[in-house]
């Protein structure tokens, strides 16, 4: 099997990891919740699901029951194509996604076409955020600081949902998100405690 990803040093990653940097976490979201959640797969069945139902009940009216069954049919046909194609679209953003926690940073190769890497360090994240379902699956978003901006439909659908005007990039449809928190709040905290060594302004010195 060809591996469209077979020239990466370190799966999840364009390039090695240096000496004093380590892999924490990795994970990939899942097909079905991806699909369910950022998808809308549910409204979606149930959109035509509503209007199988509405033709059976006009047809129903002047038509024999077998006969009205007949012509919700295609809108059954035509719900189940949109969602496979959904399911289809889902699996593949899962197959191309790695998520990567180091004791550094947020790594996210995300992308189906065109693949991209986005790095974000620590010191770069102000707040985190949990989305958390009953299955054990949830989305983290992360909010940035300073001027640091993605652009939402490049990075969709990892994201937070909605949030536009400051894109919240995310580890979408994760299993266990409450362990994966749990991995990041430990290490953002340990990292944010490290203290950051800026070049000093040069000083000229006086022959003496």
């Not at 990567?100 to 707040?127: D, E, F, H, W």
Request: hydrophobic share 50%.
């Amino acid at each position: 099997m060809h591996d469209d990803f077979k020239f990466e040093p370190v799966r999840g990653l364009p390039e090695a990891l240096p000496p004093d940097e380590h892999i924490l976490w990795q994970g990939s979201p899942s097909a079905w919740r991806l699909a369910c959640e950022a998808l809308m797969l549910p409204w979606v069945a149930g959109y035509f699901a509503v209007l199988a139902i509405w033709r059976l009940g006009v047809s129903s009216v002047e038509l024999p029951l077998a006969v009205a069954a007949g012509h919700a049919v295609p809108f059954l046909v035509l719900g189940a194509v949109c969602c496979a194609l959904l399911l289809g679209i889902a699996a593949v953003q899962a197959r191309g996604t790695v998520y990567t926690l180091t004791n550094k940073r947020v790594a996210m190769r995300i992308g189906a076409a065109l693949t991209v890497t986005l790095n974000l360090p620590y010191t770069q994240i102000g707040s985190a955020s949990i989305d958390l379902r009953k299955s054990g699956h949830g989305t983290i978003a992360f909010e940035l600081l300073g001027e640091t901006r993605l652009s939402y439909l490049m990075t969709w659908p990892h994201v937070r949902p909605w949030i536009m005007a400051r894109t919240q990039p995310s580890l979408r449809s994760i299993p266990e998100a409450a362990a994966v928190a749990e991995i990041f709040a430990e290490a953002a905290e340990c990292r944010q405690s490290v203290p950051q060594v800026a070049p000093a302004h040069p000083i000229a010195l006086a022959a003496e």
